[in-house]
């Protein structure tokens, strides 16, 4: 049995599509993505000005879902039926790792254990300079005695 993946699906439709179709084809996305996985999370179709121009179109309604699937053919269902509407401007299918959270967590650590590391190898470079700094000075001390000695 293949284990269950984490996706999410995000597209950006034309604003000169009719509103009252826009939350129908967003429940045709999310019907397709029920049959095949489990949704975790979603944003339906909002109003967003875009950064860039998308086929001469500054506005777009922004939609996201987050689901997992153990099916590979549902992420080709949706490239297909974003091909098959021209309401569509952009899509994008992201897989999510579900190790991103430990990844991290554990990087934060391995940085603080460097940090601290660091820190304390300063500490003790210090310590030495400072005692390298006492032995001159005792070193100074004696050649003076013996300067003055032989005058």
């Given at each position: 049995m293949v284990e269950p993946r984490n996706y999410e699906?995000?597209?950006h439709f034309t604003t000169q599509l009719?509103?009252?179709?826009?939350?129908?084809?967003?429940?045709?996305?999310t019907q397709a993505i029920a049959k095949g996985g489990?949704?975790?999370?979603?944003?339906?179709?909002?109003?967003?000005?875009?950064s860039y121009e998308i086929?001469?179109?500054r506005r777009s309604f922004f939609a996201w879902v987050q689901f997992s699937t153990e099916q590979e053919e549902l992420l080709q269902e949706l490239e297909e039926w974003c091909r098959l509407h021209p309401e569509v401007l952009?899509?994008?299918?992201?897989?999510?790792?579900?190790?991103?959270?430990?990844?991290?967590?554990?990087?934060?650590?391995?940085?603080?254990?460097?940090?601290a590391k660091q820190a304390k190898?300063?500490?003790?470079?210090k310590k030495t300079v400072v005692e390298k700094k006492a032995e001159d000075t005792g070193k100074l001390e004696e050649q003076i005695e013996e300067a003055l000695e032989n005058i």
């Open positions: 699906f995000a597209c009719d509103e009252a179709l826009l939350p129908q084809l967003w429940a045709q996305v489990i949704i975790t999370a979603e944003q339906p179709p909002q109003p967003q000005r875009l086929n001469h179109q952009r899509h994008l299918v992201l897989k999510l790792e579900a190790e991103s959270d430990k990844r991290a967590a554990k990087q934060a650590a391995h940085l603080e254990r460097k940090a190898e300063a500490s003790q470079q």
